[in-house]
């Protein structure tokens, strides 16, 4: 009996040992950075939780601020300070410019032709520098301002017919950014309720958890799951709905029908596209229909959700702090000197004007992408001393960076008054700062995000006041996140609006 007890325990302790070597301290390489635990097939998945930037935190506090998780098979590493941060994102800037290909983002992306997913190369380089020279440059952003204008206006007269009712402000903001996007890109406004739902599909799409894309021989689950077909049919109406709309402006041979009476800046993106195409195929260069369509479908999912949410958060601080609301209220009104309404004209040259600080003060607090968007490294490389290989997913924890002790004092108040008297911007030079990401990967779309927001806030504050229903006390306003790859408000933010 004895014998044969000990063979068991032997056995038992042999299988321990190699399955501690294989999951708990596995084949990274000599020098990898600090990883947590994990368990087999799933790595560090569970640690993930509903809210991956808070749990990331956590998990950065005990093994620092460069660690390396494994989701599944898929190496990750998590930077966490802006050190980390600045050596991913400027000195291997090249290095880490890759995007992993993940799962029901090409379904939706056109096989990967939407910019924020291609992986860096040549077709990433040329379609990013349609964005940056054609669509969102500085000239382009100033033609949609008068888009923006109207609209702020119909939105001021939608909270104005409504004073003292309880309004969902929430909804009325992802209507005006939806809007402005919608005349921007189309020229029109189509049936707004079936192009919301069905852009929010696609967003939530686009940060839904694929288990296929960590654990590969686990892929089934997302078909059962019904994840794929979602995915295939949310991709297949969008098609449609698009193609039409290009439809529209083609003749029967195929070619751009010219509107002799448009000038520049009556243009939509559409047609900005479509010239582009035509522009570009004198060169024998070829702009696909896919990726026409992949870009205007981009700018949807990357420019409405991103825009409307940050505009919720920092009316949400702003009821919250009313000494914060009453000092940009009184800024607002020497600027805007009695007119009924401010336009960008009064808002420009205001490099230091509290609205800005007071913007970026809401992007400190609640990035609306806090992991900003994956990056996959293409060769071996050191940093911070630590290996990296080749294929490995980064996470930039820009929400956790922003609330570092270490640079921010008092981190977790609202007091947008720090950024009166520094330079940092959100551009992607500060580390410490990082709501658009930066580097070569960093977001095009800045100038067109902040002119709308800075636009609908002044106009929001300088009209009205808002208060919480039930005469709550403002500290009662819940800040409770959504979970997803953009954080929004988990609850609609009511308010009751007053003229101010
Ligand atoms: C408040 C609004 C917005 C925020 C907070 C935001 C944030 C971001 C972030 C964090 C990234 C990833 C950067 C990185 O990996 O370093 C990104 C990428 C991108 N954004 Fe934005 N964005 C906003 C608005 C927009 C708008 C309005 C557009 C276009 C109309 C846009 C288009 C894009 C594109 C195309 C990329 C991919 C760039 C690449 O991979 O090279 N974004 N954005």
Redesign the pocket.
């Known amino acids: 009996m004895l014998p044969s007890l000990s063979f068991e325990v032997f056995i038992s302790l042999s299988i321990l040992i190699v399955f501690t070597w294989i999951y708990l301290y596995p084949k990274t390489k000599k020098n990898s950075p600090p990883s947590p635990m994990r368990l087999p097939i799933i790595g560090n998945l569970h640690q993930l939780g509903s809210a991956p930037h808070r749990s990331l935190k956590v998990l950065a506090h005990k093994h620092g601020s460069l660690m390396l998780l494994h989701l599944g098979s898929v190496p990750v590493l998590i930077a966490s300070s802006a050190e980390a941060a600045q050596e991913i ?1 400027k000195t291997y800037d090249v290095i880490f410019s890759s ?1 992993p290909q993940l799962n029901i983002s090409s379904i939706i992306s056109y096989g990967g032709k ?3 997913f ?1 992986p860096y190369g040549d077709y ?1 380089r040329q379609s ?1 520098s349609i ?1 940056v020279l054609h669509l ?1 440059s500085s000239k382009k952003v100033q033609f949609f301002r008068r888009v923006r204008e109207d609209e702020t206006n119909l939105m001021i007269n939608k909270i104005r017919s409504s004073l003292g009712s309880v309004i969902d402000l929430s909804e009325i903001l992802l209507t005006l950014t939806n809007d402005v ?1 919608c005349r921007s890109v189309l020229g029109r406004k189509y049936d707004e309720g079936t192009l919301v739902k069905q852009m929010s599909e696609l967003s939530e799409l686009v940060g839904a958890f694929s288990v296929g894309n960590y654990v590969p021989s686990l892929s089934w689950v997302d078909r059962v799951r019904g994840l794929e077909a979602r995915a295939r049919k949310a991709h297949k109406l969008f098609d449609e709905f698009i193609q039409s709309v290009i439809d529209d402006r083609l003749d029967r041979n195929g070619k751009m029908v010219e509107d002799e009476g448009k000038n520049d800046g009556d243009k939509d993106v559409v047609d900005m596209l479509l010239e582009v195409q035509k522009e570009q195929a004198t060169n024998d260069v070829t702009v696909h229909s896919d990726t026409i369509k992949a870009l205007i479908l ?2 949807f999912v ?2 409405s959700d ?2 409307f949410t ?1 505009l919720e958060w920092v009316i949400s601080e702003l009821i919250r702090h009313p000494r914060v609301m009453k000092k940009l209220q009184q800024e607002l009104r020497k600027i805007a000197q009695g007119k009924p309404e401010i336009v960008e004209d009064d808002l420009e040259n205001m490099q230091h004007s509290y609205l800005k600080a007071v913007m970026k003060e809401s ?1 400190r607090l609640h990035t ?2 806090p992991l ?2 994956p ?1 996959e490294s293409t060769k071996d490389v050191k940093v911070m001393g630590y290996d990296i290989g080749a294929g490995t997913q980064v996470l ?1 924890n ?1 929400w956790m960076i922003s609330r570092d002790p270490a640079t921010w004092e008092e981190p977790e108040e609202f007091k947008p008054e720090r950024f009166l008297n520094n330079d940092i911007d959100y551009k ?1 030079l500060h580390y410490e700062f ?13 100038e ?3 002119a709308l ?1 800075k636009l609908a806030l002044a106009n929001l504050v300088y009209k009205f006041d808002f208060k919480i229903p039930n005469n709550e006390r403002v500290e009662k306003l819940d800040m409770v996140e959504s979970t997803g790859i953009t954080i929004h408000r988990k609850n609609p933010l009511l308010v009751i609006a007053t003229m101010s």
Request: aromatic share 10%.
């Open positions: 994102m995007r939407t910019v924020s291609a990433w990013k964005y969102l996007l981009e700018m990357a420019g991103t825009s940050s992007m609306p992408l900003l968007l990056r930039i820009a992607g990082l709501p658009f990401g930066a580097g070569r990967r960093g977001c095009p779309g800045i067109f995000a902040m927001s």
